[in-house]
């Protein structure tokens, strides 16, 4: 197969910024957020899209595009269907890898660690702070389901459009939101000649309490 440029070929330097240990904030979630907001300032296009990563419960990995949805120092939040192929991952293996790449910054985060699912009350308030269509939405897809045309959606659609009406449109119990709740993040930092600089914030237990322990890796 020709292409206008071997793939091999494809490459760039990275030199925009540098990440040292010197700088670097002591606790990651406060080192994520300097960073989440220079993405935001830097107006990357869905700045909040992430890779997903799971594991069947076959054992087979499996990734897909989520959107961050909130975070604090309990952990990072994505909405899904409680019934869908990453919802039947994370109740056979409770663990995910999220990883964030900026291209625009030179920077990728990977954040790994346990799931849960957030409250109830958190998922009813996201949800009813979505557009109407995405409530409707959120029950005319039986999410990762073989569908024989897309008229199953758009049937669905219309059922449940005229079932809810005008009126509040309840939140459905096969959905709702997960938190990651991390034990290690590594950010990255593109540096020129591939010598890249890398963060990895590990949480661990010691005599004098729980800590994040800091290190770096060779790129």
Known sequence: ????????????????????DVVALPDPIRQFDLWWNE?????????????LATV???????????????YDAKG??????????????????????????????ERQVRISGHVERVSPE????????????????AWASPQSQVIWSRQVLEENVREYTERFGEGVIPRPPHWGGYRVVPGALEFWQGRPSRLHDRLLYTYQEGPSGPHWAIQRLAP
């Open 1 to 20: 197969m020709s292409s206008l440029q071997p793939i091999s070929d494809i490459r760039k330097e990275y030199k925009l910024k540098e990440l040292s």
């Open 39 to 51: 993405a935001l300032s830097s107006h990357i296009d869905e700045a909040n899209a992430m890779t």
């Open 76 to 105: 990072f939040v994505f909405f899904s269907n409680y019934e869908s192929a990453k919802g039947k991952d994370l109740a056979a293996h409770p663990q995910a890898c999220l990883v964030f790449f900026w291209k625009e910054l």
């Open 56 to 70: 069947s419960p076959e054992g087979l990995p499996d990734g897909r595009i989520v959107l961050l949805k909130g």
């Open 122 to 137: 958190e998922s009813d308030a996201y949800y009813h702070s979505r557009p109407a269509g995405s409530q409707i939405g």
